[in-house]
């Protein structure tokens, strides 16, 4: 499991992650922006990154883990975060245009049952925004971070867990590349490390983030035609001699 959301909301208060937090939701902002929502659900631990894209997410509310524990969010205003199942959430169908996921899918026993959820109170053509740990970066080999914990998953890992959740992959990218050293030691320079990670070495990224669509129509048109046997009306066939006998026949 991942840390509970005290320790996360302890981690995202230091220098350290709040840097982490400015490098990641840079990338969510460029996504979101392009396509601003009316209803949004964070699932997880997502407040650090709900608060950079509010302006964005239209009305928000978020769900966190009954494991994880809930901090509230956000301060000094009323409490939008709830304490839930993350594979039976407590909204309706199709009542969100956009899902933000972080901390959540590497601490959980079942993603599948998880990405169904977040599937199901997605509207048609809702998008999915999730953070994972990359297993091929630094930060999920150190334990002090939160990229630390749970399983963290490669980039065809996550890609076959969406696909298999019925959502189509839009985009997806590596980020946070600097090293996670404990303490503020390059923290300075992690604009840096992005541009060149990005450029030189991707895969040893921190994190992997993915956008996917939920789309109806491609699975509607299959449940359409299985099971159907198309009928087609052919004549037999018939030699020239019997059909010289139907026709004298006929003219009789």
């Not at 990670?197 to 956008?211: D, K």
């Not at 109806?216 to 299959?222: I, M």
Request: proline letters at 7%.
């Amino acid at each position: 499991m991942t840390f509970d959301a005290i320790r996360l909301q302890s981690w995202y208060g230091t220098q350290q992650g709040e840097t982490v937090a400015g490098l990641v939701g840079e990338v969510m902002t460029r996504w979101v922006s392009q396509i601003p929502s009316r209803q949004t659900c964070g699932i997880g631990f997502t407040q650090p990154y709900l608060e950079q894209l509010s302006p964005w997410l239209g009305s928000c509310v978020g769900a966190a883990p009954a494991e994880m524990g809930v901090s509230l969010w956000p301060q000094g205003k009323a409490n939008r975060i709830a304490q839930v199942r993350p594979d039976a959430l407590p909204f309706p169908d199709q009542h969100f245009n956009r899902v933000i996921m972080a901390h959540l899918l590497e601490g959980t026993l079942s993603s599948r049952g998880v990405l169904r959820e977040a599937w199901r109170i997605l509207e048609p053509g809702g998008r999915l925004l999730v953070v994972v740990p990359n297993r091929g970066g630094l930060w999920a080999r150190r334990d002090f971070t939160p990229f630390g914990r749970g399983r963290p998953f490669s980039p065809n890992q996550i890609r076959e867990a969406l696909q298999g959740s019925l959502f189509v992959m839009r985009q997806s990218c590596f980020a946070l590349f600097r090293p996670p050293v404990k303490g503020n030691r390059w923290l300075g320079s992690a604009s840096s490390w992005e541009k060149a990670g990005n450029r030189w070495f991707a895969p040893l990224g921190g994190v992997i983030l993915c956008e996917a669509e939920k789309l109806v129509y491609a699975q509607s048109a299959l449940s359409s035609t299985v099971g159907r046997t198309q009928r087609v009306v052919k004549p037999l066939p018939c030699n020239q001699e019997r059909q010289s006998e139907l026709l004298s026949t006929g003219k009789e």
